[in-house]
């Protein structure tokens, strides 16, 4: 089984400053995946990047980028240059390579972004 | 390019009355479909996945129950609507990847 652990239910950093989202998680499995998801105001879930496990180079998309410590078991979000549209809930999220295809959320991070 | 659609988009119903919510997948073959409930201010817990017509997966026994009568079709239903039930329902697919990608939601109130 696999869990995923969100520490900060919430955050808010300044418009264009840097915010890092933390993200732990427990796993069994030796090949897995893991996303942060952005879920904004109108609730629909939005992929923001993913994470090969057995990748060591960290993922990054734009101003999103990762901090993935497999040995502890860390996954961390990364935002830049932070956004008045960056304002969301974001969940961290994980699944097995093979088997099981069912994606295990963490309880999320309300982010907010400070004019 | 993929599209996943919901409807309805907000729902109120009382209780015990029936429940249909649909959601259909464009622009891909045999995609993996599955259905999440969110409740207010929570994360989300999967209710039901399908990886092909007439496959139903449950991960939460429930008055709720699904159906994939189609490829691309997959209905969540309940014959008698709780209290609990409310929520925000989200529907997800997912094919050669291993991301999900999520539909705009069906937000139930049921009074």
């Known amino acids: 089984a696999q869990t995923v652990t969100q520490s900060q239910p919430e955050m808010s950093v300044q418009e264009a400053e840097t915010v890092t989202l933390s993200c732990t998680y427990d796993?069994?499995?030796?090949?897995?995946?893991l996303f942060w998801y952005k879920q904004p105001p109108s609730r629909q879930m939005i992929l923001v990047i993913r994470?090969?496990?057995?990748?060591?180079q960290n993922a990054t998309e734009n101003r999103f980028s990762v901090n993935f410590q497999k040995a502890a078991k860390s996954f961390s979000l990364k935002i830049s240059d932070s956004q008045l549209g960056d304002a969301a809930m974001y969940f961290c999220?994980?699944?097995?390579?093979?088997?099981?295809?069912?994606?295990?959320f963490g309880t999320g991070t309300r982010l907010t972004i400070i004019p | 390019s993929q599209t996943i659609h919901q409807w309805p988009a907000t729902l109120v119903q009382p209780v015990g009355s029936p429940l249909s919510l649909e959601c259909t997948v464009e622009?891909?073959?045999?995609?993996?479909l599955y259905w999440y409930r969110q409740a207010a201010g929570r994360g989300l817990q999967l209710l039901f996945y399908?990886?092909?017509?007439?496959?139903i997966s449950s991960e939460v026994p429930q008055n709720l129950s699904a159906s994939r009568p189609q490829d691309r079709q997959f209905i969540l239903s309940s014959k008698k609507l709780l209290l609990s039930d409310s929520g925000f329902y989200l529907c997800?697919?997912?094919?050669?990847?291993?991301?999900?990608?999520f539909g705009p939601g069906t937000r139930l109130t049921v009074t």
């Open positions: 994470q090969e496990a057995y990748k060591q």
């Open positions: 796993t069994s499995e030796s090949d897995y995946y």
């Open positions: 399908s990886v092909g017509i007439g496959q």
């Open positions: 997800a697919w997912s094919g050669l990847a291993y991301e999900q990608y």
């Open positions: 999220a994980s699944r097995p390579t093979f088997g099981n295809e069912k994606l295990t």
């Open positions: 622009g891909t073959s045999n995609p993996n």
